[in-house]
Nanobody, 124 residues
Framework: QVQLVESGGGLVQAGGSLRLSCAASGRTFTGYLMGWFRQAPGKEREFVAAIRWYGDTTYYADSVKGRFTISRDSAENTVYLQMNNLKPEDTAVYYC?????????????????WGRGTQVTVSS
């Protein structure tokens, strides 16, 4: 049973930084794609970033490119999302997700496992 637990959310002022963590358990993730999504009130869930469990290939939404960095620690089974220069429009619940296979995917239905999310609020 795959479990994903996010942490690190909170309230921050515009221009500030946060680092989200996603602790993954329940299997080995070789050959999997790890992703971060977010959902703001009244909006659809949207892709933020993804990384292959093995290798350095990363993918980003245009809206966060240059500000957010996704990384993973294979030994700790943890994926991180470093968020810098945060903006009020980054306010959302952030979800960790896992996709079987390493092919790039940005639509939520393409990911099979999800965490419960962590709230990020950026004040202006």
């Amino acid at each position: 049973q795959v479990q994903l637990v996010e942490s690190g959310g909170g309230l921050v002022q515009a221009g500030g930084s946060l680092r989200l963590s996603c602790a993954a358990s329940g299997r080995t993730f070789t050959g999997y794609l790890m992703g971060w999504f977010r959902q703001a009130p009244g909006k659809e869930r949207e892709f933020v970033a993804a990384i292959r469990w093995y290798g350095d290939t990363t993918y980003y939404a245009d809206s966060v490119k240059g500000r957010f960095t996704i990384s993973r620690d294979s030994a700790e089974n943890t994926v991180y999302l470093q968020m810098n220069n945060l903006k009020p429009e980054d306010t959302a619940v952030y979800y960790c997700a896992v996709r079987r296979g390493i092919d790039y995917a940005r639509r939520p239905p393409e990911y099979q496992y999800w965490g419960r999310g962590t709230q990020v609020t950026v004040s202006s």
